[in-house]
């Protein structure tokens, strides 16, 4: 029996099991009727009719563990275009290979001591202890995992063989960054670590402030040109020098306002986009902004919101702000070319740009496939169904001209994105 085939029987038997849920579609609008849904959740639930342009075929399916089952969490596979390596939060870690779907090899860490070091390779289940793994990053033969342990490892990206293991102080809640021999390591403490990508030595610690109440999550470093970027809690971007951890400089591209710490919040929790000596980064409550990275100087500003990464193609920046509105922009000004509202508050993934088309996936588990240009809907697939444990929670990835996708259960697929 082949992987899509068992696949799609595992979520046929899951979702004979619902009921007290169904869904109808008709002329492409899909509603939801749930005895214990108010109306507000049914009318976000129900899909506007789309003029489909094509429809995405799955390639191959498989699974990896339980997923992240229903914490919150930011782990997304990553590639080297052969091989695809995903995790689930307990503590299973698998190569798959891209063309045909088969595992390569496949780990379980779930087995931790009191300080979050592995305490058994052999007996990985003794403790159930689950790993928390949060972040994965790929460079050269080695792949990196963060975890909310506050636990590192180092694998060999060929047979999932642990090459070293070391601990921080923090929960690391998103992929560490690689350049120049450094691991550079996030966590939401507000300290930012870099560790010796041979041995996992410390060789840097830089300490930030964290306000009272923040969102639950960090900035993912970027590492390049000698430096590491990085967003903070207090609305700041930073760059640290990468040899020795100093501060190059920060700036503010939002500041708190109003009577409450709520109403405070400005993390910048997205990765900062970098492209030709311009830094892209956008907070949580309001402020996005194009910074030079040479000096930190703000070039524009525009009164947006999000949590979720940006994305970029040729002159166009894509954003999904916090009520899962999706906007395309002029990178260059700021200046806002379209916006897609027919999907708010369906908890959207950040946009990831394929061929002509954006993707973003749904808390619903429902792929969209939208228009660069226009922001139009041209396509959908339900890859998870209708159950909230098989959300697609963050976007998928681009590989050559198809995505793979996860949903919150640990289901993992190729899909074509066009024909």
């Known amino acids: 029996m082949s992987q899509?085939?068992?696949?799609?029987?595992?979520r046929v038997s899951r979702a004979l099991g619902l009921t007290l849920a169904l869904s109808v579609t008709l002329s492409g609008c899909t509603t939801v009727s749930n005895w214990f849904a108010d109306d507000e959740e049914v009318e976000i639930r129900t899909l506007k009719p789309i003029e489909e342009k094509f429809q995405p075929q799955v390639i191959w399916e498989t699974s990896v563990g339980d997923g992240v089952?229903?914490?919150?969490?930011?782990?997304?596979?990553?590639?080297?275009?052969?091989?695809?390596?995903?995790?689930?939060?307990?503590?299973?870690v698998a190569a798959i290979d891209v063309t045909s779907g088969d595992k390569l090899w496949e780990k379980d860490f779930a087995a931790y001591d009191s300080d979050g070091m592995l305490s058994s390779l052999t007996q990985l289940w003794e403790s159930g202890k689950s790993a928390?793994?949060?972040?994965?990053?790929?460079?050269?033969?080695m792949l990196y995992v963060g975890t909310e342990n506050g636990s590192v490892l180092a694998l060999n990206n060929n047979d999932g063989s642990l090459a070293w293991s070391t601990s921080v102080p923090g929960e690391i809640l998103a992929p560490p960054a690689?350049?120049?021999?450094?691991?550079?390591?996030n966590t939401g403490a507000g300290s930012l670590f870099a560790l010796d990508t041979e041995t996992g030595e410390q060789l840097w610690l830089n300490e930030g402030d964290v306000p009272p109440l923040s969102l639950r999550g960090i900035s993912a470093p970027v590492a390049a040109n000698g430096g590491t970027l990085v967003g903070t809690p207090t609305g700041k971007?930073?760059?640290?020098?990468?040899?020795?951890?100093?501060?190059?400089?920060?700036?503010?591209?939002?500041t708190p306002s109003g009577a409450t710490e709520l109403e405070r919040i400005v993390d910048v929790d997205v990765t900062p986009l970098l492209y030709g000596?311009?830094?892209?980064?956008?907070?949580?409550n309001g402020s996005l902004a194009a910074v030079e990275l040479r000096s930190g100087r703000v070039i524009w500003k525009r009164e947006y919101g999000a949590y979720r990464d940006l994305s970029m193609d040729g002159n166009e920046l894509f954003l999904v702000d916090k009520n899962s509105t999706v906007y395309g922009l002029d990178r260059r000004n700021g200046v806002e070319l379209w916006s897609q509202s027919s999907l708010k508050r369906r908890n959207l993934t950040e946009a990831q740009p394929v061929g002509n088309h954006l993707v973003v996936g749904d808390n619903w588990g429902y792929l969209h496939w939208l228009e660069k240009d226009s922001g139009a809907i041209v396509a959908r697939y339900n890859l998870g169904g209708d159950d909230e444990d098989?959300?697609?929670?963050?976007?998928?990835?681009?590989?050559?001209?198809?995505?793979?996708a996860v949903t919150q259960d640990g289901t993992i697929a190729m899909l074509s994105s066009e024909q």
């Open 69 to 92: 089952d229903d914490y919150f969490s930011r782990l997304r596979p990553v590639t080297n275009g052969d091989v695809v390596y995903m995790a689930s939060r307990h503590g299973q």
């Open 132 to 141: 928390r793994i949060a972040g994965l990053t790929l460079d050269d033969n």
């Open 237 to 254: 971007i930073q760059v640290n020098i990468l040899e020795s951890g100093m501060v190059a400089w920060e700036t503010a591209i939002t």
């Open 178 to 185: 690689v350049a120049e021999g450094l691991l550079v390591v």
């Open 277 to 284: 000596g311009i830094v892209y980064a956008i907070s949580y």
């Open 4 to 10: 899509v085939t068992q696949g799609r029987i595992s």
């Open 390 to 404: 098989e959300s697609v929670y963050v976007a998928p990835i681009q590989v050559g001209d198809n995505i793979i």
